[in-house]
């Protein structure tokens, strides 16, 4: 086995680690503001997928441009999600699962019946092959992977340093004591949802031409970031980075030597070991 | 004298009444569609509802189907079995039981062809399916039929195919999704590559939903195959694996021997990617090569549906002209009449000539049988280039 | 008015007698198939109800049904023992593995709980699913396995739909038993206690992780059993009958009848199964309109449909009041 495959194969794990750290970041950011598990997370990175289809690849925006209306649009749509929906839902957790389970078979179908089953190729904006030291990585992936490491910083400076940013901090903290500093519940729980499921679609418009679209896209980059949460830690964003590249490395070393069936359970033995050693993960609260 | 005449009158009325030979009456024939209707794999089953739609249609307009003395309406009854075999179970219950079809002409994904059939064969209901496996034909299910070719048919003809043409290749990688289908396939092709002396450099399944191909094409492409082959990938996948292939060097030869929708991979994996790749399971309704027929097909089902038909969309059609002209052929809807119509002669189809064979692999034969036509990819569009018949065919 | 020991009995006989009673209503093999599933899922929710009462959410619940599904079809086909002596074995085994899993899953509660029970599902799918092919079948599942054999000592073939249909009621019944006696004797109340305020149980003296662990043996005993039948009523077994899909079509039903009282779940367990079947007919848009059922009805009643009828009588009751004491101020104002 030589160094270069070696180091190919580590590269491969982590090339597109950050972006599936950005769906995950949106889904930790949900949870820790309003308790809520949103299983239907997947579906605003499809509708990420779709806009950046639609407005890129029909319409023919600048696709930086696009990446931007993606983001807008999904974030919206977040926020009247939970203003219609899940601001009834605050802490109560399995109700929340059962409802954001309806809104997923709702998102999905209303996607099938709206764009059609078939797989929809995004053409991509960055072409080429970027070689060195041995290994390779397409200019397309670059691009992806340092673009949501750019919005990973964003969402990090926001968080530390902006007035919302902060609020929406000391709720996940503890919501009553926000209240009673002063702080609009109401306001920040719209805010949280919309800025989570941003992320999501933010993921899904700079993957989309990488990966194409399709109705079911949303399934398995859901099941990523749980994997990336429980291992880094809910409500950390340094631990949802480091969750993300973990398992990056694990998946794209593993693919070397095993089958694809048991990279995956690998996975899943890596979150049962997380929960059973350090539940709060790595580098959670 | 007048009571007596009406009563006569009547009588002679009566008897013609009752004599008078059987009128044409309009019935309703309900036959009934499975499929994944939604999740992942909702492609196969959209398109098998959608041939089936287009030909019952076709029939309806003409003004129904005229078996024997009698003209049937069709009707279609279609169920989402979201690609579980236990719902496939339930859903094949409700058809044979509450809508009582005794026709299920359509369904995909292997596990729920093995449920639905445990419903339809103690019942003696015709079960016709793309799903792929050689568990799902044989002596024990005399009713089941596969409408569409499977690698058991197609690879050993397409990789014979390839060694004429290509004598330099000796290493062939092949990768399938982690299911039924992707299972029975790889073997398929394994078992042909052996046989005709070409070697395995790599043999992978990947979980279907997979976007990410780098790291199992890192390892196989390791191995220094000849050629690439996505054998049972659905376009998408396909797509992908064949972009990034390419991304990653590949530049050896393609194959997509189970490959249903050429248009949508040159879209997805890019026009130099998807240079070359071999379909020999697709039919491309846009082709100079095929009918009037099927590209009236293609168009009529673009101008519907708004998306160009997959092979599974033109099997479903093909399947339902198949049976009814059986139905027509027996003069009956008996299914044992109708099961003994099918076996026997050829039948013309928009694929061509088609005949059911099959006894070889399955021990019965209720494999569809027609041309394999060999397409390449391009310069962007999709060209016949070859056609392979099978054994059955060749009389 | 029965007296509240009566009162579960008297549930318990109605649903019996229904249960019964069925194919006095309808022979046709659709229905039966129908409700012998809902006889299936209603052990099954009712395990599940039984271990959300100590505050689990056990997204491994259908993992042991698949697990008591390969046991059993597995020891008849290989090695040969009959189905009425596999039923009892499958349903031990599946013990016996959530005495394993459940010893290491329930060191974690609430949402880390939920997360580290989906992740055994999975473990538990995929191995199934891709490992020990010649023995597990796949990712084909297996194929061909026989219906039980005629009833021992009495000789009565259990082979048809309405012959199986009775055996999974009266499987059922027992486990429904077991159940409610549970829910109505001194664990029932241990276990509640525990879901509300699990510290201030442990202070009283109560082993929280052995209730925990009681309940989560006893719900995965019945899932194997269910298991057991399953697999030989279907004759196939995929890996797709113990994944997410049908463990969250559980969790709806058990949910939306509501976790509060033992007969949630039987109400959802009904209720939604005969919605599913109906909306079959949508074809298309099925998926579609159960999405909004789910969402709607857990909206509008957050406790289950069985609080429903306790919460419109509240709310009659309040609003009389209401205008009993207005009357009352309004009439002899001072």
Redesign the interface.
Known sequence: MSIDLLVQALLNGFGLAMVYVLVALGLTLIFSILEVINFAHGEFYMLGGYVTYYVFAVFGLNYFATLGVAIMVVGLAGVVAERLVFRHLRHKTLNAFIVSLGLLWVLQASAQLSFGVLDKPVPSAFSGIVRGFGVIMSMERLVVTLSAIVLIVALYLFLKWSGPGRAMRAVAQDADAAALQGVNIELVSALGFGIGCALAGGAGALLAPVFAVSPAMGALPVVKAFIIIIVGGMGSLPGAVLGGLLLGCVEGIGSLFMGSAAVNVLGFLMVIVVLLVRPRGLLGA | MRIRAITAIVAILLVAALGAPAVAQEKTLTIGVLGPLSGGAAAYGVELVRGAEMRAEEINKAGGLKVGNDVYKLKLVTYDHKALAADAATAANKLVHQDRVKYIIGNAVGATCNAAQTVTEPQKVLFAFVCWGTANLGPDKPHSFRIMLSQWEVAEPFYRWVKEKHPKAKRVAIISPNDTSGKDTNTAVVKALRGLGFEVAADEYYERGTKDFYPILTKMLAAKPDMLDVAAAPPGEAGLILKQARELGFKGLKGWTAGVNPVTVIGIAGKEAAEGVWSPANINVKSDYVSPTVRKFGEEYERRYREVPGVIAVANYAAFDVFTKAMQAARSLDTDKVLAALTGKPFDTVWGKLVLGGKETYGIDRQFLYPVVISEIRDGKVVDIAQVLPAALKK | MPSAAARPAVGFALLALAGLALPLFTR????L??AT?MAMNLSLTMGLRLQMSTGQ?NMAHISFMGIGAYTSALLVTRVGLSFWATLWIAAGVAAACAVLIGS?AL??SG??Y???S???S??VR??F???FEDLFG????L?GIPKPTPLPGLGLAVEGKLELYYLMLVLFLLAAVVFIRLEYSRFGLVASTIRQADLLAETLGVNVFRHKLATFVLGSLVAGLAGAF?VHS?????S??FGL??M?LL??FT??GG?GSVWGPVVGTILLGVAV?FL??L??????V??????LT??FA?EGLIALPGKVARRVRHRRTRKAATAVGVGLAP
């Open positions: 046709d093999a659709y229905h198939d129908v599933t959410i290491l060191r974690v949402p880390y939920f997360l580290i989906f992740a055994f999975e473990v995929l191995f699913n891709n490992f796949g990712p084909s599942g194929v399953f279907h004759q196939v077994l995929h797709s009958d899909e049908p969250v969790v709806v949910v939306i976790t079947e079959r007919q074809g298309h848009y099925e998926t579609l159960l999405g909004g059922v789910l969402m857990m909206l957050p």
